[in-house]
């Protein structure tokens, strides 16, 4: 890893990113799809690719995980 | 009145899905909300309670990186928990069973805090938003002290991008959020808009940068997966 890993990672954009709305849309169900140990990723891959990359959104999705009880993903 | 009813004349809509089609718990909810008007009145009180119990637990679970604490913490979860409210009742017709009741309605309240922490970063704002001060990069990306010419020299690249290739609103945004660390969501507050639309404009700032560092040869083309 260089010096400008970090810089490069967050440059880096995934063309399957489905943006903040539509991964917003659909939360509720993927939460319950992980909480219940499914895998959600596979099912909504372009929500798993931004919440991977979207911080405010990742945020969100830990937050309705931690109120259902379910564990990180 | 059953499930698939509406209340009283100032009732909210009740979700019309089939109650033999959720998991017990959601039919349950769904049913109360739907019942007479104590029983939907008992219910919203106890969904208002849950919501409560959510945001506090929210705004803490986030106040390791936030300067609101104590009595404003507690403020902001009672304003999100009543947002909350409001925003349930009025979209219950718009639920339609994918998920748990609970998750459904939790989100909201999820959502109202985001919000809200957002706004409340302006009352006592680190940064301004026309701050521009490019000897913050190095930390933000960490690159090292020690390999400090290296480091100039790719923070010198960046910046020759973002003013060549980013449109005035997508360089705005690359500054606010990237050089000045203001959260997105105070963005969202600040220009009055969504967090969709600043998400985008970072992102095609982010591809329009990389495509310039690439090509300027600071960067490889090559697709990189991370761990």
């Known amino acids: 890893m260089n010096d400008w890993t970090a810089l490069d990672r967050f440059l880096r954009t995934d063309p399957h990113d489905v943006g903040c709305e539509q991964a917003m849309e659909v939360l509720h169900v993927y939460v319950d799809l992980v909480a219940a140990g499914i895998a959600a990723a596979e099912r909504y891959p372009g929500v798993a690719a931004h919440l991977a990359a979207c911080g405010p959104c990742s945020e969100d999705f830990a937050g309705l995980l931690a109120a259902v009880g379910g564990s990180s993903h | ?227």
Do not use: C
């Not at chain 2, 902001?76 to 979209?91: C, E, L, P, Y």
């Open chain 2, 1 to 227: 009145m059953g499930l698939l009813e509406t209340g009283g004349a100032d009732a909210p809509p009740v979700s019309r899905i089939d109650p033999d089609a959720l998991d017990p718990d959601s039919a349950e909810w769904l049913g109360a909300l739907g019942g007479t008007d104590s029983e939907r009145q008992a219910t919203l009180v106890r969904l208002h309670a849950m919501l409560l119990r959510i945001a506090r637990h929210e705004v803490h679970r986030r106040s390791s990186h936030l300067r609101v604490t104590g009595p404003e913490l507690d403020d902001v979860a009672h304003q999100a928990a009543a947002d909350a409210m409001v925003a349930i009742t009025a979209k219950i017709g718009q639920f339609r069973g994918e998920s748990r009741f609970t998750t459904w309605a939790y989100k909201f309240v999820i959502f109202e805090v985001s919000t809200k922490l957002g706004r409340h970063f302006w009352r006592n704002p680190t940064v301004a938003m026309d701050a521009e001060d490019w000897d913050r990069l190095p930390d933000r990306f960490g690159l090292e002290p020690t390999r400090a010419s290296e480091s100039r020299d790719l923070v010198a690249a960046l910046g020759r991008a973002v003013d060549e290739v980013l449109t005035v609103r997508q360089r705005q945004i690359f500054v606010a959020l990237v050089l000045n660390g203001i959260p997105l969501d105070a963005l969202v507050a600040e220009l009055d808009t969504n967090r969709n639309a600043i998400y985008k404009m970072l992102f095609d700032a982010r591809r329009k940068l990389r495509a310039a560092l690439v090509a300027s040869g600071y960067l490889d083309a090559e697709t990189q997966r991370y761990p």
